[in-house]
């Protein structure tokens, strides 16, 4: 299973519906249902305007690094093993180069908002697996 992040998934909704997918992956499949699911997050460092063009990556993987372990964290919270990497500015190419070395066979994608951006729609026409969309509804930060 992997997991893509653009929003943190640590609120009760998104951390339900990646164990939910955890826990089905391997019956869905026609593998052992007794057996855990390998889960991997992947947050992209999301890189807005002009620190994209100035190739400034350290505020973007920071970015990321800060999503990854709030989402692992919820994750453990939640008894779901996962672990988890930092991935290229651009979602959809971060997810096709994590497909490359694990061979996840359904994905999740969390972002803030219902559309997903273009990401979701994209990644939909380009895979030929399945992709659950979860809104992370996190509460702002004071």
Same mark, same amino acid.
């Given at each position: 299973?992997?997991?893509?992040?653009?929003?943190?998934?640590?609120?009760?909704?998104?951390?339900?519906?990646?164990? +939910?997918?955890?826990?089905?992956?391997?019956?869905?499949?026609?593998? !052992?249902?007794?057996?855990?699911? !390998?889960?991997?997050?992947?947050?992209?460092?999301?890189?807005?305007?002009?620190?994209?063009?100035?190739?400034?990556?350290?505020?973007?993987?920071?970015?990321?690094?800060?999503?990854? +372990?709030?989402?692992?964290?919820?994750?453990?919270?939640?008894?779901?093993? +996962?672990?988890?990497?930092?991935?290229?500015?651009?979602?959809?190419?971060?997810?096709? !180069?994590?497909?490359?070395?694990?061979?996840?066979?359904?994905?999740?994608?969390?972002?803030?908002?219902?559309?997903?951006? !273009?990401?979701?729609?994209?990644?939909?026409?380009?895979?030929?697996?399945?992709?659950?969309?979860?809104?992370?509804?996190?509460?702002?930060?004071?």
């Amino acid at each position: 299973l992997l997991v893509v992040v653009t929003e943190p998934a640590a609120e009760p909704a998104a951390v339900e519906a990646i164990a +939910a997918a955890a826990s089905e992956g391997a019956s869905a499949v026609g593998g !052992d249902p007794e057996s855990e699911a !390998d889960v991997l997050v992947l947050a992209p460092a999301l890189n807005p305007g002009l620190s994209h063009w100035l190739s400034d990556l350290r505020g973007a993987r920071l970015a990321a690094q800060e999503r990854l +372990a709030v989402t692992l964290g919820a994750l453990a919270a939640a008894d779901i093993e +996962a672990h988890g990497r930092v991935g290229d500015t651009d979602p959809v190419l971060a997810v096709e !180069d994590t497909l490359a070395s694990f061979p996840a066979q359904e994905l999740i994608f969390v972002s803030g908002d219902e559309g997903g951006g !273009d990401e979701v729609g994209e990644l939909r026409r380009r895979l030929d697996r399945p992709l659950r969309h979860v809104v992370a509804v996190n509460p702002p930060v004071a």
